[in-house]
């Protein structure tokens, strides 16, 4: 492996590691200032960002983005370690991973930026279909596609692609506890079962992508020794 796959690596691993970490303090900060929340209509949603810090919710929402983007770097990474004869696999795996990251970012930007500055000036028309915390809002059900469909798909494929190793084998469990986590997600939110989908996309992501930052880094670390 040359050196500047093998930092690209390295570095993509840590921030995604960082950005998930991050992520974790904001969701204790959430919890800890506010109750659960679910957006029935603009009214009840107005009140409760009028009434509660929206800090950790921005912190959260911006991290995400730099997840997003380091995950991208890192499935880049992943391509260029597959072997030859298994490319079109993580080929395939990389273009979902693409179109993972395009729709996260842009749904996670609008959440920073636009439906923020609305809610400052109280601008509301049409903002409800924007509103991450609508579940039947557009955006929302655009974010949810990346996160259960595309990303799964992306690590299932990635999960096929590399061969059995003895230092990629953590790895690999990383990939196939994401891409389940993801497909019984997919199921949840289509079927409207709440719990199923908050477990797998919280829990069962969160123990994923941890696993699979603390094993890439590890990997990375074995190889240049």
Known sequence: MNKIVYRTGMLSSVLCLISFVVWIIAFVGITAISPLFLCTNMTDY???????????QYLAKSFMIIFSLSFIILAFVFNEIVEVERKLLSKLALAFAIMFATLSCLHYW???????WALEEEV?????????????????SVNMFAWTVLLGLSNLLFYIAFKPERNFKSVKIALLI???????ATIGFLLQIDFITFLCINIG?????????????????????
Request: aromatic share 22%.
């Open 46 to 56: 107005i009140d409760f960002v009028n009434s509660y810090n929206q800090f950790f």
């Open 110 to 116: 609008v959440q920073v930026t636009s439906v923020r």
């Open 124 to 140: 509301y028309a049409g903002l409800q279909h924007f509103l991450q915390s609508y579940p039947r809002s557009f955006s929302s």
């Open 178 to 184: 994401i891409a389940f986590s993801c497909l019984i």
């Open 205 to 225: 992501l969160g123990l994923g992508f941890f696993w699979l930052t603390i094993s890439s880094i590890r990997y990375f670390i074995k190889i240049k020794v």
